[in-house]
């Protein structure tokens, strides 16, 4: 049976927080980063608060885009710019995805957006060069290949 959260105490995430902390502070010892989806964004507030030390990537950056665009405050997160061509109800050259990439990439800055194709689960919206194209069209040059995940 799953538990309704409503009912739930709130004290119980501050307890989990605070575990949570401890392990989160490992992490950032090491240097490694996080990966999160914002499904839960009031708690991943939180934990970006609590584990400032870690780099953190999240993905979902086109949904809720005002919601995303105000998490960009915290420096140690880096948004995901994975399968964006999927969010197109208009087809290669995707140009209604411009001007919200755009927003999302003047707000957190080139060097915390990760570009990738998802290519694995998108090649049948668009091919990997349409991809790539896009992005290139965005930003005016071409995708760096340090970030190309083919």
């Not at 086109?62 to 140690?76: G, I, K, M, Q, T």
Request: glycine share 4%; charged share 25%.
């Amino acid at each position: 049976m799953v538990a309704d959260v409503s009912d739930a105490d709130p004290t119980d995430f501050t307890r989990d927080l605070v575990r949570w902390s401890e392990t989160l502070a490992a992490i950032a010892r090491t240097g490694l980063g996080f990966t999160q989806n914002l499904y839960e964004r009031e708690r991943f507030e939180e934990v970006l608060h609590v584990a400032a030390d870690i780099k953190w990537a999240a993905d979902e950056a086109l949904e809720d885009l005002d919601d995303v665009l105000a998490l960009a405050r915290h420096p140690n997160l880096a948004i995901k710019l994975t399968g964006m061509c999927s969010y197109s109800t208009q087809g290669f050259p995707f140009a209604d995805l411009h001007e919200p990439i755009a927003r999302v990439v003047d707000a957190f800055g080139v060097d915390r957006c990760l570009w990738g194709t998802d290519w694995q689960r998108s090649t049948l919206l668009h091919t990997y060069d349409e991809a790539s194209d896009t992005f290139t069209a965005i930003f005016g040059q071409p995708v760096p290949a340090a970030t190309i995940d083919r």
